[in-house]
T-cell receptor, first 116, second 112 residues
Framework: KAGVTQTPRYLIKTRGQQVTLSCSPISGHRSVSWYQQTPGQGLQFLFEYFSETQRNKGNFPGRFSGRQFSNSRSEMNVSTLELGDSALYLC???????????????FGQGTRLTVV | LAKTTQPISMDSYEGQEVNITCSHNNIATNDYITWYQQFPSQGPRFIIQGYKTKVTNEVASLFIPADRKSSTLSLPRVSLSDTAVYYCLVGARMDSNYQLIWGAGTKLIIKP
């Protein structure tokens, strides 16, 4: 079956702009999580959605937001971009298992965002 | 502050067994310990997951002591293709908010 698909793969934006990233999870997966990966900070959890509701959230400013649609597809938005937002943004989908988020997750290849 | 700690890098040789340990003092009571592998320009890939004692699958074993404050990923008979970054991941509760805490990753280099 098809894996997790993230679009676009690469993106260049200017400081102050906003950006929307898209993630299509594996068919049947209702949980979608987003991560930021940078060389200096490693992998950091942004938020997790399940059935269109944000279930958990990491320590990121309000400029980072997301949503999930009824078909489980998810979008992540970053407003007022800063240079430090340059990173690989990864999306992961998983089957729900109890109320624990840390279940086996399948990652997309990510969107490489560069802010100039 | 919830944190996971793992070695920054490790070297080994083909055919050897490699053990990577991660410490995670604030793991949530009902949460699992998960390990991922990541190659350059790819998203992490699930390796193994466990709650306590020992778990084994076709690619690795995971050892978890009774206090669950650490875990050890064991890769038997590594090959060059096992060169990658390995991450441990646990969930932790901080101020009633559940968060996923990734280790900084262990860069494993396998030499011929």
């Amino acid at each position: 079956k098809a894996g997790v698909t993230q679009t676009p793969r690469y993106l260049i934006k200017t400081r102050g702009q906003q950006v929307t990233l898209s993630c299509s999870p594996i068919s049947g997966h209702r949980s979608v999580s987003w991560y930021q990966q940078t060389p200096g900070q490693g992998l950091q959890f942004l938020f997790e959605y399940f059935s269109e509701t944000q279930r958990n959230k990491g320590n990121f400013p309000g400029r980072f937001s997301g949503r999930q649609f009824s078909n489980s597809r998810s979008e992540m938005n970053v407003s007022t971009l800063e240079l430090g937002d340059s990173a690989l943004y990864l999306c992961a989908s998983s089957l729900m298992r109890s109320d624990v988020v840390n279940t086996e997750a399948f990652f997309g290849q990510g969107t490489r965002l560069t802010v100039v | 502050l919830a944190k996971t700690t793992q070695p920054i890098s490790m070297d080994s040789y083909e055919g050897q067994e490699v053990n990577i340990t991660c410490s995670h003092n604030n793991i949530a009571t009902n949460d699992y310990i998960t390990w991922y592998q990541q190659f350059p320009s790819q998203g992490p890939r699930f390796i193994i997951q466990g709650y306590k004692t020992k778990v084994t699958n076709e690619v690795a074993s995971l050892f978890i002591p009774a206090d669950r404050k650490s875990s050890t990923l064991s890769l038997p008979r590594v090959s060059l293709s096992d060169t990658a970054v390995y991450y441990c991941l646990v969930g932790a509760r901080m101020d009633s908010n559940y968060q996923l805490i990734w280790g900084a990753g262990t860069k494993l280099i396998i030499k011929p």
